[in-house]
Structures are given as structure tokens and as C-alpha cells.
């Protein structure tokens, strides 16, 4: 098997699971939407300053914003990422098959390695 179709995939598995954790995460009330996806090295060189490897170039990875809606029904970006909501995501991720970057302090990023 070439690389390429390796990787195809592992991406096309990475899509499934990252849906099943969205349906998931929407059931119990954590909103996500989608951020960073695909990430070229380019970009990587304009965030980071130099190039590092990254499953977001290969569509193995992506980044969520989540929000919750309040007991006064407005929605509310969670940016902490030591919120509650944001622990029980990545413990899903994981249950699904996913690596969180929670270990290192990117806890809205998950990834299929
Ligand atoms: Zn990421």
C-alpha cells in the first residue's frame, strides 16, 4: 500500500471518529464548531516560526471551539480548557480511539495518529 492511500485512510477513519465525537458532544450539550483542520507547513511556518510536523497537514487532526448554553439560554465560548465539558470531551476522544492534546496544553485539538 502506497503511503498516500496509508494516509487517505487513516483520514477518512479520523473523519468517521471525529463525527462521532461531534454527535456525541452535541447530545450531552457541549457545542462544538470546527477550527483548524488542514494546516500546511507553510502555516505552520507563519504560526510557529519554523516548520513542525503536524497531523493537521495530513487532515488527521482537528481543533473545536466549544460552547455551552447557560441556564439564561445564551451560548458561551468555554476557553478554559479546564473546564469540566472540555475533560469529558477529550476522555471521549480517547474512548473513540483519539489522542486529546491535552497532554500538551491543546486540549481542543484531537488527532489520529
Ligand atoms: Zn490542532
Given at each position: 500500500m502506497s503511503e498516500y492511500l496509508w494516509n487517505t485512510k487513516k483520514a477518512i477513519l479520523f473523519s468517521y471518529l471525529a463525527s462521532r465525537l461531534e454527535i456525541w458532544a452535541y447530545e450531552k450539550g457541549y457545542l462544538l464548531t470546527r477550527g483548524w483542520a488542514k494546516r500546511t507547513q507553510t502555516i505552520q511556518k507563519e504560526i510557529y516560526g519554523e516548520m513542525r510536523p503536524t497531523l493537521h497537514e495530513w487532515c488527521r487532526a482537528q481543533d473545536y471551539t466549544l460552547f455551552i448554553i447557560n441556564s439564561e439560554g445564551r451560548y458561551v465560548w468555554i476557553?478554559?480548557?479546564?473546564h469540566p465539558a472540555w475533560k469529558k470531551i477529550a476522555d471521549k476522544a480517547e474512548e473513540l480511539g483519539l489522542k486529546s492534546g491535552r497532554k500538551w496544553d491543546d486540549i481542543n485539538h484531537v488527532e489520529l495518529g
Open positions: 476557553k478554559d480548557g479546564n
